[in-house]
């Protein structure tokens, strides 16, 4: 069975530093992958998603992820932090096109 | 993009009554759509899948009398909590898969449902 797993429910950074939110997953064949963002009390917006082809994606808001195999992993960058990145993110993966979820990560700005 | 809509955004309830959520793809056709329950502080769980013009598959531990799901267009389905108790409240999302992009969900907004 697919799983994902995020390291880390809670991740603090300082306003304008990298931020790095981990997902490794398992699956037994070629999955697809998505980071989606969560602001309080609203539904989920989609960040990114990796399906076939370049393995490091661009996504909305100067988030980019990168796909990598060898690792089972699909970890979410941004370069440089921002106040209204404050959010919940979940790494999620497919299988027999329902989602399977991580238990998301709750991104901290510090001013 | 696609947009899937969800009314109400909120609604507060007294016990034992039934509540009605509706969502809705604003601008594609959703054969399939999804009803997932959210708990504060924790991921998004499952509760069934609806495709149109047939009955939903409920994940294990949901239960089908309570929580009822129509799919009766290809752009409405709705989830009719039932007799409704405060275990009960909790953030509900539905998301809509275009068949054209069978790889992705959109997700509605939320109805926050809280049961006195």
């Known amino acids: 069975a697919q799983s994902v797993t995020q390291l880390g429910s809670h991740v603090s950074v300082s306003e304008g530093a990298l931020v790095l939110l981990r997902c490794n997953y398992s699956?037994?064949?070629?999955?697809?992958l998505f980071w989606y963002v969560q602001y309080p009390n609203q539904g989920l917006q989609l960040l990114l998603k990796y399906t076939t082809g370049a393995t490091l994606v661009k996504g909305i808001n100067g988030f980019e992820a990168e796909f990598k195999k060898s690792e089972t992993s699909f970890h979410l960058t941004k370069p440089s932090a921002h106040m209204s990145d404050a959010a919940e993110y979940f790494c999620a993966v497919t299988s027999n096109y329902q989602l399977i979820w991580g238990a998301g990560t709750k991104l901290i700005i510090k001013p | 993009g696609a947009v899937v809509s969800q009314h109400p955004s909120r609604v507060i309830c007294k016990s034992g009554t039934s509540v009605k959520i509706e969502c809705r793809s604003l601008?594609?056709?959703?054969?399939?759509m999804f009803w997932y329950r959210q708990f504060p502080k924790q991921s998004l769980m499952l509760m069934a899948t609806s495709n149109e013009g047939s009955k939903a598959t409920y994940e294990q531990g949901v239960e089908k009398d309570k929580f009822l799901i129509n799919h009766a267009s290809l752009t409405l389905s709705t989830l009719t909590v039932t007799s409704a108790h405060p275990e009960d409240s909790s953030f509900y999302i539905c998301?809509?898969?275009?068949?054209?992009?069978?790889?992705?969900?959109?997700f509605g907004p939320g109805t926050r449902l809280t049961v006195l």
């Open positions: 998301s809509a898969r275009d068949p054209d992009l069978v790889s992705e969900q959109f």
């Open positions: 601008d594609f056709q959703a054969t399939t």
């Open positions: 699956s037994s064949v070629p999955p697809y």
